[in-house]
């Protein structure tokens, strides 16, 4: 690694730690870069949207870069993870001299904070967002008939 890739990286650290203070919601990723060194990301990735409205909730992810394919979205016990993986296309013997774009395998654990419909869950993805709409439960309303005694 690189002197200057090195100090960078400290710094990063030192910040991070921050000498006992709180770095708040944010944990330290470590992705592999392309040309083999590490990479600390200080936020996780990709960041999403939870929005609650009126039908369920609806999560959006930004993923810009990443193939359906390399795709793979879930729900379990009011939980929904999105993995995948987004690999940098680079010309053979090319070097980076600043590599920013998170890329390599990555898992995002949303809570959904309420009951959701598992059978009506869609996800699209367009212009680099995956958006997944988690309609609530369809409350049947049925008219019963009760005797008085």
């Not at 910040?15 to 006992?20: E, S, T």
């Not at 987004?86 to 309420?114: K, S």
């Amino acid at each position: 690694m690189a002197k200057r890739e090195e100090r960078y990286y400290r710094e990063v650290w030192h910040v991070g730690a921050g000498g006992g203070r709180m770095f708040g919601d944010f944990f330290l990723h470590i992705l592999h870069g392309p040309s083999g060194f590490t990479h600390i990301h200080a936020a996780p990735w990709p960041p999403v949207d939870v929005v609650e409205t009126e039908e369920g909730f609806v999560v959006r992810a930004e993923i810009a870069g990443v193939k359906p394919e390399e795709m793979e979205v879930t729900y379990e016990g009011g939980m929904l993870v999105i993995r995948g993986r987004r690999e940098i296309e680079a010309p053979p013997g090319a070097r980076f001299h600043q590599v920013e774009i998170c890329n390599g395998r990555f898992e995002r654990r949303i809570q959904i904070p309420g009951e959701v419909d598992v059978d009506g869950i869609r996800a699209r993805y367009r212009e680099g967002f995956l958006v997944v709409e988690l309609p609530r439960p369809r409350r049947r309303e049925r008219e019963v008939t009760v005797e008085v005694e």
